[in-house]
């Protein structure tokens, strides 16, 4: 179970425009993952910019990477995501009259 504290800590990372459209992409690409380099390219975001919110997102626990030779890829933790959708829906309408 998620903790409030984690949780936030999720949230403040999904607030900012570019993490969230990183987040989209890995989700998109499935657990097989994504390059850093296809991320880039679709995203247009600058190599050092990319770097610092991909490292944001893996201390959160959103992100994994792993490494293929030279390529760097990165992938959706998606227990990750579930357990931030649980959380929410934790006492969805329990208070409904």
Do not use: W
């Not at 993490?19 to 296809?38: D, F, H, P």
């Not at 247009?44 to 959103?62: D, F």
């Amino acid at each position: 179970m998620l903790t409030t504290n984690k949780a936030a800590a999720i949230f403040a990372e999904l607030g900012h425009p570019a993490r969230l459209q990183i987040l989209r992409c890995a989700i998109e690409y499935g657990k097989t993952g994504v390059s850093v380099g296809e991320i880039q390219a679709e995203l247009n975001i600058p190599a050092s910019t990319l770097s610092h919110h991909i490292s944001r997102m893996v201390k959160v626990g959103l992100i994994h990477q792993s490494r293929e030779k030279q390529t760097l890829f990165c992938s959706a933790d998606f227990n990750v995501i579930r357990s931030v959708i649980d959380y929410l829906e934790k006492d969805c309408c329990s208070k409904e009259s």
